[in-house]
């Protein structure tokens, strides 16, 4: 059990510019969440999956933002178009399906900075 | 919908001191409590969890007591380290079909000796 990974660690863009995100959960853990914190705020829910399946999307997730699970392994957080609003941590978490009540085990983060 | 309010920060204590971070929430049903901690330049780590009322989570000399007729869950830990200092955040899940966390703002915690 290697953890969840998230994969870079950091970014730095400019406005306008598109960046993608991925991150590998614990190895058969079958749910995957994205989760964007603010500084000084608590993570907040933008998308989930069941393998392969988005099965929500927060409000928070713009037009902008797409997230993908192809076979239901790793994923990715592309943005479009980025904007300074977009500044924050990124984190990604998985679980496991009837595991010990659904405990999320989450990655350490990206931290994208938009200037 | 769900929310989550925890105390509001920072916390500055003395090594040895006793804890108590509040945190009282807003759900739908009966939902599955939390307390993960995020260490400076870490990643965020459950420390304790609590499935239904009544129930005690424990882990590392904290505990936390998911109390439904309050709507509360606070931390608390009788001896602080400074090795405890970190942000600690409250989160619920409603459970229901996706699971998701709703989290609080965080606490931060320093500890000095």
């Known amino acids: 059990d290697t953890g969840v990974s998230q994969d870079p660690r950091h970014k730095i863009t400019k406005r306008g510019q598109n960046v993608t995100f991925r991150c590998d959960p614990i190895s058969e853990h079958n749910r995957l969440y994205w989760y964007r914190q603010t500084l000084g705020q608590g993570p907040e829910f933008l998308t989930y999956f069941q393998n392969e399946a988005q099965l929500e999307k927060s409000r928070l997730l713009s037009d902008r933002f797409s997230a993908e699970r192809p076979k239901g392994s790793f994923s990715t957080l592309e943005i479009q178009r980025t904007e300074q609003g977009d500044s924050a941590m990124y984190l990604c978490a998985s679980s496991l399906t009837g595991g010990p009540q659904e405990t999320q085990y989450f990655g350490p983060g990206t931290r994208l900075l938009v200037l | 919908g769900d929310s989550v309010t925890q105390m509001e920060g920072p916390v500055t204590l003395s090594e040895e001191a006793f804890l108590t971070i509040n945190c009282t929430y807003t759900?739908?049903?009966?939902?599955?409590l939390f307390w993960y901690v995020q260490y400076p330049g870490e990643g965020l780590q459950l420390l304790l969890k609590a499935t239904k009322a009544d129930d005690k989570g424990s882990n590392k000399g904290f505990e936390a007591t998911y109390r439904k007729e309050t709507t509360s869950f606070h931390l608390e830990k009788g001896s602080v380290q400074v090795s405890d200092s970190a942000v600690y955040f409250c989160a619920l899940s409603s459970g229901g079909s996706n699971y998701k966390l709703t989290f609080g703002k965080g606490t931060l915690l320093t500890v000095n000796p």
């Open positions: 759900a739908t049903g009966y939902p599955s």
